[in-house]
């Protein structure tokens, strides 16, 4: 059973930053961080693939977001830049444990990530 603990999350005027962090509790073959509006589908922010070290990002997010991970810390971070209203969500960060065959890991399909965190809000005003 993988735990993942999300931290970072809080409030931000737009175009401020701020920067997720997700613990992992054993090593797993992909880390995402995925994002919910109350009432909307859970949506896909970024991935990154452990092992290949290659990441897929949202056409929303693509440029203002970087996702990034510390092996010695097994740790994966989203850093979040000009952050707008619309970023506003709770963030969740999910692994799929190993094996898995791609060498990318899916932003879509949440259903295919086995574990999932507690989330972090980010609430970003205008």
């Known amino acids: 059973q993988v735990q993942l603990l999300e931290s970072g999350g809080g409030s931000v005027q737009a175009g401020g930053s701020l920067r997720l962090s997700c613990v992992a509790s054993e090593f797993v073959a992909c880390l995402a961080w995925f994002r919910q509006v109350p009432g909307q589908e859970r949506e896909g922010v970024a991935t990154f693939r452990v092992g290949f070290e290659s990441t897929l990002y949202s056409d929303s997010v693509k440029g203002r977001f970087t996702i990034s991970r510390d092996n010695d810390k097994n740790t994966v971070y989203l850093e979040m830049n000009d952050l707008k209203p619309e970023d506003t969500a709770m963030y969740y960060c999910?692994?799929?444990?190993?094996?898995?065959?791609?060498?990318?890991?899916?932003?879509?399909?949440?259903?295919?990530?086995?574990?999932w965190g507690q989330g972090t809000q980010v609430t970003v005003s205008s």
């Open positions: 999910a692994a799929k444990e190993r094996p898995v065959s791609d060498i990318t890991c899916p932003t879509v399909l949440p259903g295919w990530y086995t574990y």
